[in-house]
């Protein structure tokens, strides 16, 4: 007989399948998912909570589910890659990012405060160490200047895939703990909108992540923008924009032929935002595409009156890339642009480059169609 992956329920199913199943009171799913998500451990053996004849029992029927960590690299900079090997063969990539150059600074400005947060207050005193998880084997939004997208699109991950990159690598870094997750990794999270929502509910309602130290990073879908706090909780939006007109934008991002900047810049001004919170916008500079000062002047122009903040990410050039690095004169001259203008701007050092863990560099362990 097949063993059921326990993993693989929400609460209710979990609950039915413990009752119908086993007989067992629906307060024991509960405990289960305390011990698989905030305890994080590997096998039914190890909860200690159930006595040995009910270990035992489950044993027969059940087992958790875990990736396996195929290889893991470490960049110069202290940026970690994990390669995972899915069931079907597959590979997905997950990123640790060490702690920022920037962190200081978004705590003289308030940044990612949740005031009252156990949680939060804990975080504070912590180094943040981000993990930037795939929603997806490759991705089919294809942004000319990012490897996943040279790859098409594989398959969806399950809740379960998206859920165990962050609890499969924190079992490896313990006793360091993962301060911030962002959904920026393999993939396009609002084309996975279903399982993505149901991951979310895992990391913040199982292993009761706090919210506001998630974030979902979108290329720009402008119905899942609207349909998002609808169907998953309430994290933090990021919106990879990186052009200023329709052109230049449908040229790097062909998504924006079908959502263009305006119905984009439309979903995002009605996207609830919690007390003090605000989108932040990625802006890849691309040398001599997107990096002029009348770029800089257009962003400032789509960014009215949105509680915002803009990362400004150099591009990194890798092999066979049809895009160069801006100097860093323009880099520096667009944020100041910025700045005098009221926008909070910051420069985000790319990490990782020498591992292909940077930003748009992530393809596992695919060749790239040609
Ligand atoms: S940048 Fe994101 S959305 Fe665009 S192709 Fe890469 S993974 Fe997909």
């Not at 393999?186 to 309602?205: C, F, I, Q, S, Y």
């Not at 591992?355 to 695919?366: E, S």
């Amino acid at each position: 007989m097949a063993l059921t992956d326990l993993k693989s329920f929400d609460k209710p199913s979990l609950e039915e399948f413990l009752i119908k199943k086993e007989g067992l009171p629906a307060f024991r799913a509960g405990q289960l998912l305390h011990w698989m998500y905030e305890k994080n451990v590997t096998g039914i053996g190890e909860i200690t909570e159930f006595s040995k004849t009910l270990r035992e029992s489950l044993s027969q029927k059940a087992f958790i589910s875990t990736l396996k960590v195929k290889e893991r690299l470490t960049s110069g900079d202290g940026t970690e890659k994990y390669l995972f090997e899915l069931d079907d063969g597959n590979f997905i990539e997950s990123v640790l990012i060490p702690p920022d150059v920037d962190q200081d600074r978004d705590k003289k400005i308030g940044r990612n405060k949740e005031p009252g947060s156990k949680a939060d207050t804990l975080a504070d005193k912590t180094p943040r160490l981000t993990l930037c998880i795939s929603s997806q084997a490759g991705c089919a939004v294809g942004c000319r200047f990012c490897l996943t997208g040279k790859l098409g699109f594989i398959r969806d991950l399950e809740p379960r895939e998206i859920v165990e990159q962050v609890l499969s690598v924190q079992r490896h870094i313990a006793p360091r703990k993962i301060t911030n997750i962002v959904l920026m990794g393999m993939g396009e999270p609002l084309n996975n909108l279903k399982n993505v929502a149901a991951a979310l509910v895992r990391l913040t309602e199982f292993l009761h992540f706090p919210k506001r130290r998630i974030t979902l990073s979108t290329a720009g879908i402008a119905p899942r923008i609207t349909e998002l706090p609808q169907v998953a909780p309430m994290v933090n939006l990021a919106v990879s924009l990186n052009a200023t007109t329709d052109e230049t934008r449908s040229l790097i991002m062909p998504i924006n032929k079908r959502y263009g900047i305006s119905s984009l810049m439309q979903a995002i001004r009605r996207f609830p935002l919690p007390p003090r919170g605000r989108i932040t916008f990625e802006y890849v500079l691309l040398g001599g595409i997107n990096d002029s000062q009348a770029d800089a002047r257009r962003l400032v122009k789509l960014l009215h009156a949105i509680p915002s903040k803009v990362n400004l990410i150099p591009f990194n050039g890798h092999e066979g890339s049809e895009f160069q690095t801006p100097s860093a004169e323009r880099v520096l001259a667009f944020q100041k642009a910025l700045t005098d203008s009221g926008c909070t701007a910051i420069i985000r050092k790319s990490k990782g480059a020498d591992i292909l863990a940077a930003c748009g560099q992530l393809k596992a362990k695919y060749e790239l169609k040609k």
